[in-house]
Nanobody
Framework: QVQLVESGGGLAQAGGSLRLSCAAS????????MAWYRQAPGKQRELVAR???????DYADSVKGRFTISREDATNTVHLQMNSLKSEDTGVYYC????????WGQGTQVTVSS
């Protein structure tokens, strides 16, 4: 049974920071590209950040320079450090494989207000 569990979301003020975590059971991350996605109210889910199996990272233009994705394969964990948060970062954040998706978890809500 594969399960993805996101955590670390919450309410933050503009300019603040949050650190999201994604833990998995029933699957090993090593050797797979992993990614964070988000879905804002009324919008489609979008790719936010990706880290390849070898450690190369890519970011959406809207978060470049503010967010950092990292992976800890020994603990089957992916993180997203979010700094300088803006109201437009508000949404539900999900982790998954970058290409061949596993079943989606519940995500973690991030709300940014000023």
């Amino acid at each position: 049974q594969v399960q993805l569990v996101e955590s670390g979301g919450g309410l933050a003020q503009a300019g603040g920071s949050l650190r999201l975590s994604c833990a998995a059971s029933g699957i090993i991350f090593r050797g797979y590209d992993m990614a964070w996605y988000r879905q804002a109210p009324g919008k489609q889910r979008e790719l936010v950040a990706r880290v390849t199996w070898s450690g190369t990272v890519d970011y959406a233009d809207s978060v470049k320079g503010r967010f950092t994705i990292s992976r800890e394969d020994a603990t089957n964990t992916v993180h997203l450090q979010m700094n300088s948060l803006k109201s437009e970062d508000t949404g539900v954040y999900y982790c998954n494989r970058a290409y061949v998706w596993l079943a989606w978890g519940q995500g973690t809500q991030v709300t940014v207000s000023s």
